[in-house]
């Protein structure tokens, strides 16, 4: 394992520029709209969440789950695959990668009972998902290890004097900024730096009377940090941008759209 990100295989293999991520849709692109297209991403997270709570993870293992799923899907597509094989795998390599292991065999029955209502449950055994295990590793190339905002987030929050009502809200905002591609394109400080701005921006920051946070210029606190402001502004609209999907994304419609997509004839 790498001591810092910036001599991590995330670093180093894992960080994609747009084009990549734009040829990596293409396939599904035929067949749905971009905005459909993301919103059963969502959805595909959504599912992964639900499992993770339905396990008890933590949510740093539910974010790797996510960043695994997003990786596998660089190279692959939703029509030509099983989407959920592919997240129930991802959860429980997840689990592994973050030292918290669960029996592979809990994994697909807590599978089948959360996937009930969608799907009629899991269709596969734990010796599909072990199998299939071997090729999310090859897709992956066998680079697991993943970095999170989380660490740094809660750092500088910590050191601005920022109270856990602020602190909650920026670390909602990097929950949700696993359904943008954001932890596939930029360092992980970065995230964390766009959450705590937009806590700042939409009036949810709460700093300790006092505290470095409550007497500094924040918007000067950012000009003079020693990062891409860019970035951070690109970060947010990002996130911003997802937060307008999801407002008219509906649940219950997933299941109809994802099947349109496998049926779908070339």
């Known amino acids: 394992m790498a001591a810092n990100y910036w001599a991590s295989t995330q670093k180093h293999h894992w960080t994609l520029d747009r084009w990549t991520l734009a040829k990596s849709r293409e396939e599904d692109l035929k067949y749905v709209s971009e905005s459909d297209y993301v919103k059963l991403r969502i959805w595909f997270y959504h599912l992964i969440q639900k499992l993770g709570k339905r396990l008890q993870l933590r949510q740093q293992v539910v974010a790797t789950a996510f960043v695994y799923f997003k990786r596998f899907y660089i190279n692959n597509s939703l029509r030509e695959t099983d989407p959920v094989l592919v997240l129930v ?84 905002i990097v929950n949700d900024s696993y359904r943008t591609d954001v932890c596939l394109l930029y360092p992980p400080h970065l995230i964390s730096l766009a959450a705590i701005y937009l806590t700042i921006v939409l009036n949810h920051a709460d700093f300790a009377p006092g505290s470095t946070g409550d007497q500094l210029d924040i918007k000067q606190w950012f000009a003079d940090l020693n990062v891409d402001i860019k970035s951070i502004i690109e970060i947010s609209q990002e996130i911003l941008s997802i937060y307008e999907v999801w407002a008219d994304w509906k649940e219950e419609k997933m299941l109809m759209l994802y099947k349109e997509l496998k049926n779908k004839s070339k």
């Not at 429980?92 to 918290?100: D, N």
């Not at 292991?101 to 807590?110: G, S």
């Not at 089948?112 to 090859?138: C, H, I, M, N, W």
């Not at 970095?147 to 009502?165: A, D, K, S």
């Open 89 to 172: 795998t991802c959860v429980y390599l997840a689990t592994k990668i973050e030292e918290c292991p669960i029996h592979i065999k809990m994994v697909t029955q807590e599978a089948k009972t959360v996937f009930q209502a969608e799907f009629g449950g899991f269709p596969y055994d734990s010796s599909r998902v072990a199998e299939f295990e071997f090729y999310l590793l090859e897709e992956l190339e066998f680079y697991l290890i993943v970095w999170h905002p989380y660490r740094t987030l809660t750092q500088i929050c910590n050191e601005l004097g920022m109270r856990e009502t602020g602190l909650q809200y920026a670390w909602f």
